[in-house]
């Protein structure tokens, strides 16, 4: 316990107190989560959808809302630069369970940023019209990877700077393109291909976990406690506001490709479908001006992931909730769990598809969320106030989405499930060898650690 508390005292003097306003923390929010979620999962949703996709979205959006309660109620109460780990901490104490689900966490941060250099290198390559499967759409990407981890070593000013930047020209050209394809398409809210099915099946529930990690980013937002105005207030503030523009970015995109563009087309392009129905719609140039944003989109949303799981990794490893090793690299811990991410990234990026790769992310995601809402209700509801049925419903709505998406994944490719089984389950069991014990001493003798408060 005292190292857990050493570790979240040298946490809160890296952090400059008040510097991060509630207009930035948004900035910041949205510039996270607007990414490689609109331009690459857009059609895999719709391939799992069909013609109800918009409204997957808002289904999506709304779960992500019973989700984002447990994050801002704890965030309120205690914020902090610990984030995720500091809310499973306080849940389940420094041990095995909770140091497993953080790692989840990071990982699924991890397969994001291989999902988003992956729709970096597609977009990319879209101009020279080379198939999906071509060895430069790998290059590309880990070529990107590379230039966001020179860009992190050059220190934080350079990402914040260059991230704030390129978060306003991706979130206003997303705007643009889904307000100019939705003018070209009649402002209809109508799908191109009538649904033939009277009301959404089990395909629309399976999309609705892609949906989720398309919104999952707003997580990100509750390191940024040890650095936010007023933060017991601010944080929360954040995360609702970065979730309700997101929404609305979303569904814009979602109904102007869905009125260029049928169901068959959505899918036949579900990699880059954002540029496909830009022509169409907006001509030549239009299609040129989506991908020119999808490449500024991506690069961005890589940049700061990379920061956000370097940074991440370094606190983990400074609470012993993970071994370190420097292998005779120079430089601070963060600058090795830097080096970590990228290689684990491209690795992930080289032999995995678009497809895959999303499909890990929701598995690991849901499964970390999940455990973030039971430990809160069981342990921490009455201490920050929470309304237990919201915490149950966040829980029984990710459980039932995982269900269904891990059915129709069985069917479909049942080899991304089983990677996804043996890795889950090879966390928490190198966890538990690691730590030795499973939840904390206080919690085996039936006692209660004490919470301290890291803001």
């Given at each position: 316990?005292?190292t857990v ?16 306003s509630?207009i930035d ?7 996270v989560?607007i990414?490689?979620?609109?331009f690459?999962?857009?059609?895999q949703?719709?391939e799992?959808?069909g ?5 997957s ?11 984002a309660?447990?994050y801002?109620k704890?965030s309120?109460?205690?914020?902090s ?7 499973l901490?306080k849940a ?24 988003v250099?992956r729709?970096?290198?597609?977009y990319a390559?879209?101009p ?6 071509t060895?430069l759409?790998?290059l590309l ?6 230039f ?7 220190g ?5 700077l ?6 306003l020209?991706?979130?206003g050209?997303i ?5 100019a394809?939705l ?12 649904s033939?099915?009277?009301?959404p099946?089990f395909g629309?529930v ?7 990690l ?6 990100t ?5 040890a650095?936010?105005v ?7 503030r954040?995360?609702i506001?970065?979730?309700a523009?997101?929404?609305v970015?979303y ?11 049928s169901?068959d087309?959505?899918?036949?392009a579900k990699n880059?479908?954002?540029a496909?129905?830009a022509e169409?719609?907006?001509g030549?140039t239009?299609?040129?001006f ?15 992931s ?15 909730m ?11 811990i963060?600058?090795?769990?830097l080096?970590?991410t ?12 678009l497809?895959?790769i999303a499909?890990?992310g929701?598995?690991f995601y849901?499964?970390?969320?999940m ?5 809160v209700f ?9 309304r ?7 829980l ?8 269904v998406?891990a059915?129709m994944?069985?069917?479909s490719?049942?080899m991304i499930?089983?990677i996804?089984?043996?890795?889950i ?7 538990r060898?690691f ?12 006692g209660?650690e ?5 803001g």
């Amino acid at each position: 316990m005292k190292t857990v508390k050493t570790a979240l005292a040298k946490m809160k003097t890296d952090y400059k107190k008040n510097s991060i306003s509630l207009i930035d923390g948004i900035s910041m929010g949205t510039g996270v989560m607007i990414g490689a979620g609109i331009f690459a999962l857009t059609g895999q949703i719709a391939e799992l959808a069909g013609p109800w996709f918009p409204l997957s979205f808002i289904a999506g959006a709304i779960i992500t809302g019973f989700s984002a309660y447990t994050y801002v109620k704890m965030s309120n109460a205690y914020p902090s630069a610990g984030g995720i780990a500091m809310i499973l901490k306080k849940a389940y104490g420094p041990a095995g369970l909770a140091a497993g689900a953080s790692l989840l966490m990071a990982f699924s941060m991890v397969i994001n940023e291989s999902l988003v250099a992956r729709t970096f290198g597609t977009y990319a390559l879209r101009p020279f019209d080379l198939p999906d499967d071509t060895f430069l759409v790998p290059l590309l990407s880990v070529a990107l990877i590379i230039f966001a981890f020179l860009v992190n070593v050059a220190g934080n000013r350079s990402v914040g700077l260059f991230s704030f930047i390129m978060a306003l020209i991706k979130i206003g050209g997303i705007a643009i393109f889904g307000a100019a394809a939705l003018w070209a398409g009649g402002i209809s809210f109508e799908p191109a291909s009538a649904s033939s099915d009277p009301v959404p099946g089990f395909g629309f529930v399976a999309s609705i976990a892609l949906s989720i990690l398309a919104f999952k980013g707003f997580t990100t937002i509750t390191n940024s406690g040890a650095e936010m105005v007023d933060p017991h207030k601010n944080v929360g503030r954040t995360i609702i506001a970065s979730i309700a523009i997101c929404v609305v970015v979303y569904l814009l995109v979602a109904f102007a490709v869905g009125s260029n563009l049928s169901l068959d087309q959505i899918v036949e392009a579900k990699n880059y479908s954002l540029a496909r129905a830009a022509e169409p719609a907006l001509g030549r140039t239009g299609f040129y001006f989506t991908i020119a944003l999808a490449v500024v989109a991506t690069a961005s949303g890589l940049l700061a992931s990379i920061f956000a799981v370097s940074r991440m990794l370094a606190m983990l490893t400074d609470m012993k909730m993970i071994p370190h090793r420097h292998f005779g690299m120079p430089g601070p811990i963060q600058k090795h769990t830097l080096v970590y991410t990228v290689v684990l990234a491209a690795i992930l990026t080289v032999f995995f598809d678009l497809t895959r790769i999303a499909s890990l992310g929701v598995f690991f995601y849901l499964i970390m969320d999940m455990l973030i809402h039971w430990g809160v209700f069981r342990k921490l509801r009455n201490e920050i106030g929470a309304r237990g049925w919201i915490l149950l419903m966040a829980l029984a709505l990710d459980a039932v989405v995982l269900a269904v998406f891990a059915a129709m994944k069985l069917r479909s490719d049942p080899m991304i499930v089983a990677i996804a089984v043996v890795s889950i389950a090879a966390v928490f069991m190198y966890e538990r060898f690691f730590l030795s014990s499973w939840i904390s001493e206080e919690e085996a003798a039936g006692g209660r650690e004490p919470h301290d408060a890291a803001g």
